[in-house]
């Protein structure tokens, strides 16, 4: 694990693909994500070397329903009692996997690979529906950034600048960009709201973390600015 801020650890043990996070804070630990299915015990070992018990996880916060951030969900909650949480309009999705929409020349393939257990994440019943700008006890506020899922979420850290873009934003190649991979069925959408978060947000960002890529640790805010006014062409 890296550590992002105080208490955030960005967990690399889950492989290179994705990541998820850590958030250590008075109220005991929240996961944010929680890579594909079969992560289960790889986050429990974490966990329990940073001296907690498995019902110190009392949260999984899930950025979207996708099988690489959703898929050790179902299991993780069993085994912990954790409380999952995400966007009102992704429960569906987390409900009834099999709803994803993709854009149409992955549809075959994905619907090959569905026929594969270890490739379709189990379903899981969010505990807590989320809403735009809901403020979380950790500290985080909740923004909803759809486009790549319709109920996708990024979440703000406020006090330490730090944004966890989920698949808002990607970090690969060495470029910051919109998510608008053939996974993303809204591309419109996810642009903008890579506008949004940047018109309204990127102030108050420092550091980026993503699902996908390494973090960037500085000027992120900034970057990300840039990034809206290139894609809009418009200064922000
Ligand atoms: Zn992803």
């Known amino acids: 694990m890296q550590e992002i801020t105080t208490g955030l650890w960005q967990i690399d043990e889950i492989g290179d693909n994705v990541h998820c996070f850590l958030y250590e804070w008075r109220g005991g630990v929240t996961l944010i994500d929680t890579g594909y299915p079969g992560q289960t015990e790889t986050i429990l070992r974490l966990l329990r070397q940073r001296g907690y ?25 069993r ?5 999952v949480a995400c966007h009102t309009v992704e429960k569906a999705m987390l409900e009834e996997p099999k709803r994803r929409r993709t854009t149409w020349p992955l549809r075959p393939f994905l619907w090959f690979l ?68 053939p996974f993303t069925p809204d591309k419109e959408n996810a642009k903008r709201s890579v506008w ?41």
């Open 53 to 77: 018990a498995d019902h110190n996880l009392r949260r999984i916060i899930l950025t979207h329903g996708d099988m690489d951030h959703s898929g050790s969900a179902a299991p993780l909650k």
């Open 196 to 236: 949004r978060l940047a018109k309204k947000y990127g102030d108050d960002i420092d550091t980026i973390v993503f699902g996908h890529g390494p973090p960037i640790r500085q000027n992120g805010g900034k970057r990300l600015k840039a990034l809206a006014s290139r894609l809009f062409s418009t200064e922000i």
């Open 79 to 83: 085994a912990t009692g954790a409380k």
């Open 114 to 181: 569905s026929r594969f257990p270890g490739f379709t994440p189990p379903p899981v019943t969010p505990d807590e529906l989320l809403v735009d700008g809901q403020e979380l006890p950790e500290g985080f506020t909740v923004i909803h950034t759809p486009g790549h899922t319709p109920g996708h979420i990024a979440l703000l850290h406020k006090a330490s600048r730090v944004l966890i873009s989920g698949d808002a934003l990607v970090n690969t190649r060495h470029q910051l960009r919109p998510n608008t991979s």
